[in-house]
């Protein structure tokens, strides 16, 4: 049950924001790591396996997940400070 005067606006506002950023990060790591720096990153080596390698197979997957978590935190955080949690 939500409050009734809650500010929906507000908690878009930030949700959307926290999308953004996260995505932003996501799209970084995946395209401009995996894709367009793979060259670069070629150049070194992490674990014996080539950086710009690393990124494209496994590096964008565990980013992906940690972005998830990350995320879940962010809006449980944003639900307690807007008043409507489950809890």
Do not use: H
Request: net charge positive; charged share 20%.
């Amino acid at each position: 049950m939500t409050p009734k005067n809650f500010d929906k606006t507000a908690y878009w506002r930030k949700n959307l924001k926290y999308l953004g950023i996260l995505l932003s990060i996501w799209f970084f790591v995946s395209y401009v790591c995996g894709i367009v720096l793979v060259d670069q990153l070629n150049t070194i080596r992490m674990g014996g396996f080539k950086l710009g390698f690393w990124f494209a197979q496994q590096g964008s997957i565990y980013v992906f997940v940690i972005l998830i978590f990350v995320y879940v935190r962010l809006m449980n955080k944003l639900d307690k400070e807007f008043n409507v949690n489950e809890d």
